[in-house]
């Protein structure tokens, strides 16, 4: 028999929130639903979820909080995280995926079917992260091409850049990729 899936559904707005919840229960997902990211923190400390789905502006704690405390913190770290935005802004799909967000959806873009394809494949894709040597054959060839640091370090912070592989056919070797900030 095959392990019950569980989620967390973080979102101020109950229409959304339910939304997503109820399409998960009919898909067979243990759901918690929480209010904002105090109460999702709470929800995902009792429940340790396979996967998060947090908005991102609520009241008291929005969800870029929520992220980096879960990330700063060993029990929670490696849960992937699936961002809802009702507004898509690019400045909150870039900081998610600098904070380590594993996707991002703009609710009015995606449906809830579709939604529930990409946690399903959350499942099925292995990610690893790589850090670049910088001196090492067509690293400083990327750095230009892309126009990134020439030390691959990002522009705020000081942080490494890093390269996310995300398995997309394992029997191919086929991947998707995205320098990141680690």
Do not use: W
Not at 79 to 107: C, K, N, Q, W, Y
Not at 142 to 152: I, K, T, V
């Amino acid at each position: 028999m095959d392990k019950v899936r569980s989620v967390v559904v973080i979102d101020d707005d109950e229409d959304t929130r339910t939304m997503f919840a109820e399409m998960l229960r009919s898909e067979g997902f243990d759901v918690r639903e929480a209010v904002d990211g105090l109460d999702g923190l709470e929800k995902i400390s009792q429940m340790a979820p396979d996967v998060v789905m947090t908005g991102i502006i609520m009241p008291r704690m929005d969800g870029f909080a929520l992220v980096e405390g879960l990330k700063r913190n060993v029990v929670t770290a490696q849960i992937p995280i699936l961002f809802m935005s009702h507004m898509g802004r690019e400045e909150d799909r870039l900081r998610a995926l600098e904070l380590g967000v594993t996707d991002f959806i703009v609710t009015s873009m995606t449906t809830p079917r579709e939604c529930i394809g990409r946690i399903n494949a959350l499942f099925t894709h292995s990610q690893y992260l790589i850090i670049p040597n910088p001196y090492e054959l067509d690293a400083q060839r990327l750095a230009q091409e892309l126009s990134l640091n020439r030390d691959f370090l990002c522009s705020e912070g000081g942080e490494k850049l890093a390269i996310r592989l995300t398995v997309k056919d394992a029997d191919r070797r086929l991947f998707e990729a995205e320098i990141i900030c680690v």
